[in-house]
């Protein structure tokens, strides 16, 4: 069936430096890959997402790539803070059916 | 707009026992989601209906029934709560046009089963 893998589970970073997180997916339609940052005790909220006709994407500090081919994507955080700690999840879907699969999250922890 | 609102904040139920987490939104979308967020395990979707009047079973479908009352609501039911169940549980919704497909969440219900 469908699945998305993420790696790491957790990773620390001290803060300025760079944090990356993987996911690779299995279904060859997919077409769509948001990625979600949730904080303690708070609902999901989406930071970035690509589209399958895109190979990067950048919102300021943050960047998401797209390798079609291997099917895999990651999320960049450049010049990490304090408050980029938090739970981030990647998610893939295909378009038609709405339906969306995602990773099993990545704790990142920002050290000061 | 209040964007996508759940209630129950929290519940406990002991094991047998019936409920239904209520999800609603005000953003006239046309799709919505029910996932369990369980520690390590991520997001799994339990239901979702794309559209009014369809539901489709998700990932962990098992235990759980689903009700797209109208377009702005879609209901949860737990018919005999079992401890396996104890999540946190989100609904999610998006507006479901090709364009724009980021889905919004509600706040969460927390459940524990005794």
């Known amino acids: 069936g469908e699945n998305v893998e993420q790696h790491p589970s957790t990773l620390s970073v001290q803060e300025g430096d760079s944090a990356v997180i993987k996911c690779t997916y299995s279904d060859s339609a997919s077409n769509y890959f948001p990625w979600y940052k949730q904080e303690l005790g708070k609902r999901p909220q989406l930071i970035i997402d690509i589209r399958s006709n895109v190979g990067e994407k950048k919102d300021q500090r943050i960047a998401v790539t797209l390798n079609k081919t291997a099917k895999h994507f990651s999320l960049h955080i450049t010049e990490t803070q304090p408050e980029d700690s938090a739970v981030y999840f990647c998610?893939?879907?295909?378009?038609?059916?709405?339906?969306?699969?995602f990773g099993t999250g990545t704790r990142l922890k920002v050290l000061a | 707009n209040a964007g996508v609102t759940q209630t129950p904040k929290f519940q406990v139920l002991k094991t047998g026992q019936s409920m239904t987490l209520q999800c609603a939104q005000d953003?006239?979308?046309?799709?919505m989601y029910w996932y369990r967020q369980d520690p390590g395990m991520g997001l799994r979707l339990i239901y979702y209906s794309a559209s009014e009047g369809t539901t489709d079973k998700g990932e962990v479908p098992n235990g759980y029934n689903v009700s797209r009352l109208n377009k702005r609501e879609f209901s949860l039911r737990l018919e005999s709560a079992a401890p396996s169940q104890t999540s946190v549980y989100f609904c999610a919704s998006i507006l479901g046009q090709a364009t724009n497909n980021e889905q919004f969440f509600g706040p969460g219900t927390r459940l524990t089963v005794l």
């Open positions: 998610a893939a879907s295909k378009g038609g059916t709405y339906k969306y699969i």
């Open positions: 953003m006239n979308h046309n799709s």
